[in-house]
């Protein structure tokens, strides 16, 4: 029997909040609009420069923030891996579902949209753009096809993100200059060192805020902000929620 590839659609959400889990892995590309999305214990936005992977069987909640137009693949499972994706990957969406998306994997959500709108990929079509997608988002995401140089700073953020990380000081663990590692990192993952760190420690304290009993302010502290305003206003600009919205499961 062949092995079942994935399916490619283009949909539109409601803004009424849905929670369900499915027996496939499912991964959403913004083209348009905003979508608050909650897997597990972790909150975020799909949006411009964002998209997530949701790994199956997981629970999570979903609303659209107004009118809004997503590429989405459902992507079988193999055990309870994704098809196609490598380890490095798998491991990344089961500790966040969010990665963010550089103008080259922006474009190619853009041109697969186009494709569906002009009618119903054939099957040859789907797998083709199933592996450029899936191969996209594993040169991105995967640590082991990264430069080890990026890889090592990267192990750095996950590992002590707690902690005050300069761009200078994940510059020196990778053993490069500034500026280069910044170019490096930035080409590599699609976003800048800085908004990479900030990313990781807004998953980790909205984890935090759902599944902990911990005041704002010592979540705050225990995930690298100077104190809870600093938390505060990295939420709001970046999630466009406050920490005690998020923990009340309003945002």
Same mark, same amino acid.
């Given at each position: ?21 499915? +027996? ?10 905003a979508h608050?999305?909650?897997?597990? +214990? ?35 499972? #193999?055990?309870?891996?994704? #098809? ?7 491991r990344r ?64 953020? #996950? ?31 699609? #976003?800048?060192? =800085? ?10 304290? =909205? ?22 305003s600093a ?21």
């Amino acid at each position: 029997m062949a092995e079942r590839t994935a399916e490619v659609s283009l949909r539109s959400y409601g803004e009424t909040e849905t929670i369900h889990a499915h +027996d496939w892995h499912q991964l959403v590309l913004p083209i348009m609009g905003a979508h608050a999305l909650g897997v597990g +214990d972790t909150e975020g936005t799909i949006q411009a420069g964002r998209g997530a992977l949701i790994p199956s069987s997981v629970a999570h909640r979903y609303r659209a923030l107004g009118e809004n137009c997503f590429v989405v693949l459902d992507i079988p499972r #193999q055990g309870t891996r994704a #098809q196609g994706l490598p380890d490095g990957v798998w491991r990344r969406a089961l500790a966040s579902p969010f990665f963010p998306i550089d103008k080259g994997l922006a474009r190619l959500a853009d041109y697969l949209a186009h494709e569906i709108v002009e009618g119903p990929l054939d099957a040859a079509t789907e797998h083709h753009a199933t592996a450029l997608v899936i191969g996209a988002l594993t040169r991105r995401l995967d640590p082991s096809a990264m430069p080890r140089a990026i890889a090592r700073a990267i192990e750095c953020i #996950q590992t002590a993100y707690a902690r005050p990380l300069s761009v200078g000081v994940l510059a020196r663990h990778a053993g490069l200059s500034v500026s280069t590692f910044h170019d490096r990192f930035r080409k590599a993952t699609g #976003q800048s060192p =800085a908004d990479y760190l900030a990313e990781l420690r807004l998953d980790h304290a =909205a984890r935090l805020l759902r599944a902990s009993d911990l005041s704002i302010a010592e979540i705050a502290l225990a995930t690298g902000f100077s104190e809870q305003s600093a938390l505060t206003r990295s939420f709001r600009r970046r999630r466009g929620a406050t920490p005690a919205r998020i923990r009340r499961g309003q945002a």
